[in-house]
C-alpha cells in the first residue's frame, strides 16, 4: 500500500513538472534542435542555449543561434498551446486556450532584445541577424502585418534555407562562430539571477504603466484616438510609439 501510494505521489509529481512553463520551454527547445539537425552541418554552425553577459549586468538567454554565409540566425522557440495572435508592432500578443485569454510579451521584441545583445557581444555593427520565431505545432498562428518569419519548428530548416544570398564569408563565420562559443554561464546561480531580472524587468514596467508613466521614455501616458477607437499611448508620439496592449 506504502508502495502504491509512494507512486501515485511521484506520477503526480511529474505531470506537474512537464506542465510547468520551464519544463514545457525546454520541450520546445529540444523539438527545435531536431529540426536543425536537417540543415547541413557544413555549412550552417549551430549553437543552443547561449547565455551571453551585457555591459549591464544583465543575461540575454538566447535559444538557438545558426551561423552561415547567409547570414546569422536568431531563433527564440516557443511552445504554446491554443490561438496566438499578435501582429509585428503589437507589445503584447494574446493566447487564447479554452476561452480564457492570457497576455505574453511579443517574441519579436523579445528576439530583438537577443539580436542586440549579440550585437553587444560581438562588437560589430555589419552582422547581417535574421530573426526568427519558431513556434512548435500545439500553437495556432493568427498573426497580422508580419515581416519577421513567424513559422513552425517543422518549417524552420526551409525558413533558413530561402536565404541564399551569401553576405558573410567564411572567416567570418568561422570568427562569429569562435565569438559565441565562449560566452555561455552554465552554472545555477547566474541562471537564476537571469531569470529574476526579467521578472523584475517586467514588474517595474508594470508598475510604471499603472502609474500612468510609459516604460519606455518616462512621459506621461494619455488616451489617443485611432481608428480602431481609442486607447492608451505616449504622450511624446510621435517620438515615442508605445502604446498599452
Request: glycine share 4%; aromatic share 8%; charged share 30%.
Amino acid at each position: 500500500m506504502i508502495y502504491l501510494l509512494v507512486a501515485f505521489i511521484l506520477i503526480l509529481i511529474s505531470i506537474r513538472v512537464l506542465k510547468s512553463p520551464k519544463m514545457k520551454g525546454k520541450i520546445g527547445e529540444s523539438d527545435v534542435r531536431r529540426k536543425l539537425r536537417k540543415l547541413d552541418s557544413e555549412e550552417y554552425k549551430v549553437l543552443h542555449d547561449l547565455m551571453i553577459r551585457r555591459a549591464n549586468g544583465r543575461t540575454s538567454q538566447i535559444d538557438h543561434v545558426v551561423i552561415s554565409r547567409y547570414g546569422v540566425f536568431v531563433i527564440e522557440t516557443k511552445n504554446y498551446k491554443g490561438w496566438i495572435m499578435g501582429s509585428e508592432k503589437s507589445e503584447y500578443w494574446t493566447q487564447v486556450l479554452y476561452r480564457r485569454k492570457e497576455r505574453l510579451y511579443s517574441p519579436i521584441r523579445q528576439n530583438y532584445g537577443h539580436i542586440k545583445a549579440l550585437e553587444e557581444h560581438l562588437q560589430d555593427g555589419t552582422i547581417p541577424f535574421v530573426s526568427i520565431i519558431a513556434f512548435t505545432a500545439r500553437a495556432e498562428l493568427k498573426l497580422k502585418e508580419m515581416t519577421t518569419d513567424v513559422v513552425y519548428a517543422t518549417d524552420l530548416a526551409a525558413t533558413i534555407r530561402k536565404y541564399k544570398d551569401a553576405v558573410l564569408s567564411d572567416e567570418q563565420v568561422r570568427q562569429v562562430q569562435k565569438a559565441l562559443s565562449s560566452p555561455k554561464i552554465h552554472t545555477f546561480k547566474e541562471r537564476k539571477k537571469h531569470v529574476s531580472d526579467i521578472k523584475r524587468n517586467l514588474e517595474e514596467k508594470e508598475s510604471l504603466v499603472n502609474a500612468g508613466i510609459c516604460p519606455r521614455c518616462k512621459s506621461k501616458l494619455v488616451e489617443r484616438q485611432g481608428k480602431n477607437g481609442p486607447f492608451i499611448g505616449c504622450s511624446s508620439f510621435p517620438k515615442c510609439r508605445y502604446t498599452k496592449a
